[in-house]
C-alpha cells in the first residue's frame, strides 16, 4: 500500500515548479501502478502549450479556473471546480491559468519517471528508465 501525503512532497525532488505550473508528483512509473498522479498548480495568468505526443493525460479541476484551448480546433473550453478533461488523441493545446491559480489532478499514461518537463514542442520524453538523480529521492 502507497500512502503519501502532499506535504511529504512539497520541497523535495518530486515537487517539480516551473514558470508557469507547480506539479507534486504523487505516483510516478517507479511506484509500478501502470500510470502517473499529479497534483499540479497552474499559475495565474500564465499560457503554456503542451503536446502530449507519448502520453494521455485525464485532468480533473478541483480550485480555481482557466481554459484549454485545443488548437486544431480552434476551440476554448472553460476549465472551473469539477471539470474534466481527458487528452486521449494527444492533442496540441494551449493550457492557461485564470485570474487565481487553478489547481488540477492530473493522471498520465504511460506513467511519469518523475523529472519531465515540456520540451520546446509542449511535449514530456517517453523515458523508459528513471533518471539518475544525485542525492536519491526523499
Same mark, same amino acid.
Given at each position: 500500500?502507497?500512502?503519501?501525503?502532499?506535504?511529504?512532497?512539497? #520541497?523535495?525532488?518530486?515537487?517539480?515548479?516551473? +514558470?508557469?505550473?507547480?506539479?507534486?508528483?504523487?505516483?510516478?512509473?517507479?511506484?509500478?501502478?501502470?500510470?502517473?498522479?499529479?497534483? &499540479?498548480?497552474?499559475?495565474?495568468?500564465?499560457? &503554456?502549450?503542451?503536446?502530449?505526443?507519448?502520453?494521455?493525460?485525464?485532468? @480533473?479541476?478541483?480550485? #480555481?479556473?482557466?481554459?484549454? +484551448?485545443?488548437?486544431? +480546433?480552434?476551440?476554448? @473550453?472553460?476549465? &472551473?471546480?469539477?471539470?474534466?478533461?481527458?487528452?486521449? #488523441?494527444?492533442?496540441?493545446?494551449?493550457?492557461?491559468?485564470?485570474?487565481?491559480?487553478?489547481?488540477?489532478?492530473?493522471?498520465?499514461?504511460?506513467?511519469? &519517471?518523475?523529472?519531465?518537463?515540456?520540451?520546446?514542442?509542449?511535449? @514530456?520524453?517517453?523515458?523508459?528508465?528513471?533518471? +539518475?538523480?544525485?542525492?536519491?529521492?526523499?
Amino acid at each position: 500500500m502507497i500512502v503519501k501525503h502532499l506535504n511529504e512532497i512539497i #520541497g523535495t525532488v518530486d515537487d517539480v515548479d516551473t +514558470e508557469t505550473w507547480n506539479s507534486r508528483r504523487f505516483l510516478l512509473k517507479k511506484d509500478g501502478m501502470g500510470f502517473a498522479l499529479n497534483d &499540479t498548480v497552474i499559475k495565474a495568468g500564465t499560457e &503554456t502549450l503542451i503536446w502530449y505526443k507519448n502520453h494521455v493525460e485525464a485532468v @480533473y479541476c478541483i480550485e #480555481g479556473e482557466g481554459e484549454i +484551448e485545443v488548437i486544431s +480546433e480552434g476551440k476554448v @473550453y472553460p476549465i &472551473t471546480p469539477g471539470t474534466m478533461y481527458a487528452l486521449n #488523441g494527444n492533442e496540441k493545446h494551449y493550457l492557461r491559468g485564470g485570474k487565481t491559480d487553478m489547481r488540477v489532478v492530473c493522471v498520465f499514461n504511460p506513467p511519469l &519517471t518523475g523529472r519531465e518537463v515540456h520540451d520546446e514542442e509542449g511535449t @514530456y520524453p517517453l523515458v523508459e528508465e528513471e533518471p +539518475e538523480l544525485q542525492g536519491g529521492r526523499s
